[in-house]
């Protein structure tokens, strides 16, 4: 049986939770932020590479933490852990389009648009809402303005060519792409952690 089997398992002879894998995914999502959290505070009160040396912080487990453990989960921030933080360092700071929706979500950014314009936005709105301000503003130190002009001024020339062809939504879309990706589809983020693993 596994950890995660086990903890599924002890939560249902504590608690009266129903059989089935959704709640068994629930149990593990919810267990796995908390240890998550754990981790991340035992990181930043115990972890002090530069005043420290590795057999120190060794030394420095957590009162009932077993050793073991706590070996294993410092040589993964001395190793892995380090690797993928570099690496979400390094993709912060090639990031030149902050984006400014806070904690609401993009799926209900494009539910509100939708309820006010009763259509679904183009990519170049969506982009557009989630990174202007509600003053109008952007981020500083950021291109996105520039972008977005560049993105407006192909937009009107392609309307000004295929204005009873196309959708504006189309070329829209077209023009974001165009000038986001080169014309080319967009690369998932994931292939960052994979790039991670491979330096």
Known sequence: MTF????????GSRF??????????????RTGKSLRLYRHSLKKKLFK???LTKEQIYQSAPSGHP?????????????????YSDCGKEARALQNHVHTSGAKSYANIRASF?????????VLEMFRSTHQKKDGTFVKDTVTEDFLDDADANVQTEIDIYSNTKPRVQI???AFNKLMYGGRNPQSSRWLWI???TK
């Open 49 to 51: 590479p530069t005043t």
């Open 67 to 83: 050793h073991d453990s706590w070996i294993d989960l410092v040589d993964y921030w001395y190793g892995k852990g380090q690797r």
């Open 16 to 29: 009266v939770i129903p059989n089935g894998d959704c709640y068994d995914q629930g149990i593990l999502k």
């Open 172 to 174: 829209e879309n077209e």
């Open 114 to 122: 939708e309820e006010r314009n009763n259509r679904e936005p183009s």
């Open 195 to 197: 790039w991670c693993e």
């Open 4 to 11: 995660q089997h086990m903890l599924c398992y002890l939560d």
